[in-house]
């Protein structure tokens, strides 16, 4: 486990071509601007997982590659899937897209700054599925679950599950909280609806794999240079920021 410690979770959005989008903000990531990054991970020697490999490592069934790192994409938006599955495909790498499973080939309504963004189909979903592209579940409609009732959070994890499990023929692992949001409650019900991980944004905890429900990505943004995205990836960023935020919420709690 010492190596998975400082696994680099990324998190992306939407990966597009800034040229033909009219959705343009934080969340985004040209093309171009991507590919280079995977680019800079191969050439550095680092291997792509999933969350069955991770969960292989953790039951050590396998060993733990030299250099980890886990690429999500969340939301599945068509455009951004049909830019990524080429490029990770030819560099024979992996990468997990989160799923909204209430909204499959349906605009997005989450995005406030435009009226939806097209989510992939069932049969794409289908179609891409394997051993490089997997998905996992997103929750059902895309909601805080921290402010919804247990009823409803226990329905739309467990429903979640089901849905993306029947698509794919393959064992849902993950559920990505929409916004990062999560608490305790949270936590528990999704390991009662038979999840092995959550996956947060920030996380109160040391080390990405220290609570597999709060597990923390590390956030590319549009503005990031290959300098800083160097820096985001390296076990000291990621060791630094789960010091800070665990000094963060301790704070607050006094
Ligand atoms: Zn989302």
Excluded at 102 to 126: A, F, M, N, P
Excluded at 175 to 199: E, W
Aim: charged share 30%.
């Amino acid at each position: 486990m010492e190596k998975l410690k400082y696994l680099p979770i990324l998190m992306y959005h939407n990966v597009i071509d800034k040229k033909l989008t009219q959705v343009w903000n934080n969340f985004c990531i040209e093309k171009v601007q991507f590919e280079k990054q995977m680019a800079f991970l191969l050439k550095k020697g680092y291997t792509c997982l999933n969350f069955e490999d991770l969960e292989n490592i953790i039951q050590e069934r396998t060993e733990c590659p030299k250099k980890p790192v886990i690429i999500t994409l969340d939301d599945s938006y068509c455009e951004t899937v049909n830019n990524v599955v080429p490029i990770l495909v030819s560099k024979n790498m992996k990468c997990v897209f989160s799923v909204v499973t209430g909204y499959i080939g349906k605009k997005s309504s989450w995005e406030k700054e435009v009226d939806g963004s097209l989510t992939i189909t069932e049969e794409q979903i289908k179609k891409y599925s394997g051993s490089l592209v997997s998905f996992e579940s997103h929750t059902e409609n895309h909601v805080h679950l921290t402010k919804h009732s247990v009823k409803e959070v226990e329905r739309d994890l467990e429903n979640s599950k089901k849905t993306l499990e029947s698509i794919t023929g393959r064992k849902v692992r993950a559920v990505f909280y929409p916004y990062g949001s999560y608490n305790a409650n949270v936590k528990s019900f999704t390991a009662k609806a038979g999840y092995l991980y959550g996956l947060a944004i920030g996380s109160s905890k040391p080390t990405v794999t220290e609570d597999l429900f709060e597990m923390r990505r590390v956030y590319i943004k549009p503005g990031d240079s290959l300098f800083d995205f160097k820096r985001k990836i390296s076990r000291w960023y990621i060791w630094f920021r789960g010091i800070r935020e665990a000094y963060k919420r301790s704070r607050e709690r006094k």
